[in-house]
C-alpha cells in the first residue's frame, strides 16, 4: 500500500525558514518523480515543486522559485521542501504527491495527509 | 501560464442525476488534463488522468472527456458520497496549474 506522510510544519515568522518532510513506504521510491502541492485553507491547489526519480531534475512554480528548493533521499526513501524568506502568502497546507510518471511533472495519483505551514509574525 | 477555468464554481444535484463538469484551457494544452476529488480536510484523490483515463479503483460512473482547450468531467447516477470540490490539472506546461475547483452538494 502506497503510504506518504509529511511533518515538519508549524508557525514561522515571515522571512524565516522551515524544512518539510515526507516520508514514502510501499512502492519502489526511486522509480517515481514526487511533487509538493499547497492549499491555503479554504482555497484552492496549487503546484508548488517536483523533482524526478533519480534526483536530478527538478522543478519549481515561479512564486516560489529562488525561495524554496526540493531534494530526496532515494536510500531512505525521504523527500524533502526547504522552505526559505517565507512570507504569509506561503501559509498552506503543503501535501507530498507521487507523480505517476519517473521524469518530471505530470499528474499526482498518491497524495500524504499534509502538513500546515504558517507564516506569521 | 496556463489558466485553467472550470464551469460551474458551484452546483446542487440530486442523488441519481448526472452532472458535467467543464475546464476550459487557456492555450492548447492536447490531452494533458487530470481531474481530482477532494473531500473537506482530505487529500484530493486522482480520478482520471490525460483526459480520459480512469485510474485505479474509481468508479466508472466517473468518466472524462475533451482535447485541446476544452474537457469534461461526466458522474452518472451521482451517489450521497459524490458531494465535494473537483479540480482539474494541466501538465502541458513545466509549469503545472489547476482550476479554481467546483464545489458539488449533494440535496
Known amino acids: 500500500e502506497v503510504q506518504l506522510s509529511e511533518s515538519g510544519g508549524g508557525l514561522v515568522q515571515p522571512g524565516g525558514s522551515l524544512r518539510l518532510s515526507c516520508a514514502a513506504s510501499g512502492f519502489i521510491f526511486k522509480n517515481y518523480a514526487m511533487n509538493w502541492v499547497r492549499q491555503a485553507p479554504g482555497k484552492g491547489l496549487e503546484w508548488v515543486s517536483g523533482i524526478s526519480g533519480p534526483g536530478d531534475g527538478t522543478f519549481f512554480a515561479d512564486s516560489v522559485q529562488g525561495r524554496f528548493s526540493i531534494s530526496r533521499d532515494n536510500s531512505d526513501n525521504m523527500l524533502y521542501l526547504q522552505l526559505n524568506n517565507l512570507r504569509a502568502a506561503d501559509t498552506a497546507f503543503y501535501y507530498c504527491?507521487?507523480?505517476?510518471?519517473?521524469?518530471?511533472?505530470?499528474?499526482?495519483?498518491?497524495w500524504g495527509h499534509g502538513t500546515l505551514v504558517t507564516v506569521s509574525s | 501560464e496556463i489558466v485553467l477555468t472550470q464551469s460551474p464554481a458551484f452546483q446542487s444535484v440530486s442523488p441519481k442525476e448526472t452532472v458535467t463538469i467543464t475546464c476550459r484551457a487557456s492555450?492548447?494544452?492536447?490531452?494533458?488534463l487530470h481531474w481530482y476529488q477532494q473531500k473537506p480536510n482530505r487529500p484530493p484523490k486522482l480520478l482520471i488522468n490525460?483526459?480520459?483515463q480512469s485510474f485505479s479503483g474509481v468508479p466508472s460512473r466517473f468518466s472524462g472527456s475533451g482535447s485541446g482547450t476544452e474537457f469534461t468531467l461526466t458522474i452518472n447516477s451521482l451517489e450521497v458520497e459524490d458531494a465535494a470540490t473537483y479540480y482539474c490539472q494541466q501538465s502541458s506546461s513545466s509549469q503545472i496549474t489547476f482550476g479554481q475547483g467546483t464545489r458539488l452538494d449533494l440535496k
Open positions: 492555450q492548447n494544452i492536447g490531452g494533458s
Open positions: 504527491a507521487r507523480d505517476l510518471a519517473h521524469g518530471g511533472s505530470t499528474t499526482f495519483d498518491y
Open positions: 490525460y483526459a480520459s
